[in-house]
């Protein structure tokens, strides 16, 4: 079971380009890494999810190196509404997703 | 398609009682698993049901118990409840096409439940 590594909190501003970086040594090969938003006193929701290389969306862009070994999720131009935990989950539902202690994004006017 | 949905949203129940939370996944869907997140412990794994059966478990006292009926709707329960099962329930879906890697989930609002 793949265990994920994550800053405890990040700050920005608006209007800047986010990156929050994810650890994940231990993947195996037919992990995929999944990004979830969530905000006080809601579900989390789905952001992006790839394997390798670059996976982008009309929210965010996902970067995986050749080693899978970690995992950067870009922001751009984030805004206040943007304020939120980012989790970083790798495997599947076989796997019993882990949700680890996540990275609070707080974004400054 | 609709959303994820989850009732009640809120609850308030007394220690020693038993409450029942219900999840309607999005349709089509027919994995749903449940979550308990708290400030201290954060979001932590309950169980899985697939077509029915509980396919995984976390490490949860038996208390806690769920259900999965035909139409992928689900229902968790939690018995002789405790001070510290005051949380938020969450409740996700999934296609389940497959038994692979891949699999994104999809969470409801949650139910959030106050014990006093």
């Known amino acids: 079971l793949a265990k994920t590594t994550q800053p405890i909190s990040m700050d920005s501003y608006e209007g800047q380009e986010v990156n929050i970086t994810c650890s994940h040594n231990n993947i195996a090969t037919n992990d995929y890494i999944t990004w979830y938003q969530q905000f006080p006193s809601q579900g989390p929701r789905f952001i992006i999810q790839?394997?390798?290389t670059k996976v982008t969306n009309e929210v965010a862009s996902l970067f995986i190196p050749a080693d899978r070994k970690s995992s950067t999720l870009s922001l751009p131009r984030v805004s206040l509404s943007d304020t939120a935990v980012y989790y970083c989950?790798?495997?599947?539902?076989?796997?019993?997703?882990?949700f680890g202690t996540g990275t609070r994004l707080q974004v400054f006017p | 398609k609709a959303g994820v949905t989850q009732t009640p949203r809120y609850l308030i129940k007394t220690r020693g009682q038993q409450v029942t939370l219900s999840c309607s996944p999005i349709?089509?869907?027919?994995?749903v698993s449940w979550y308990q997140q708290t400030p201290g412990q954060g979001l932590q794994f309950l169980f899985e049901?697939?077509?029915?059966?509980?396919?995984n478990k976390g490490n949860f006292p038996g208390r806690f118990s769920g259900r999965q009926f035909s139409n992928s709707r689900s229902e968790m329960n939690v018995s002789t409840l405790e001070l510290g099962d005051s949380a938020l329930y969450l409740c996700?879906?999934?296609?389940?096409?497959?038994?692979?890697?891949?699999?994104?989930?999809?969470f409801g609002p949650g139910t959030r439940l106050l014990v006093l």
């Open positions: 349709s089509g869907h027919r994995s």
């Open positions: 049901y697939f077509s029915e059966t509980q396919r």
């Open positions: 989950l790798v495997g599947d539902i076989a796997d019993k997703l882990i």
């Open positions: 790839g394997y390798k």
């Open positions: 996700a879906s999934s296609p389940a096409s497959t038994s692979g890697s891949g699999e994104t989930q999809y």
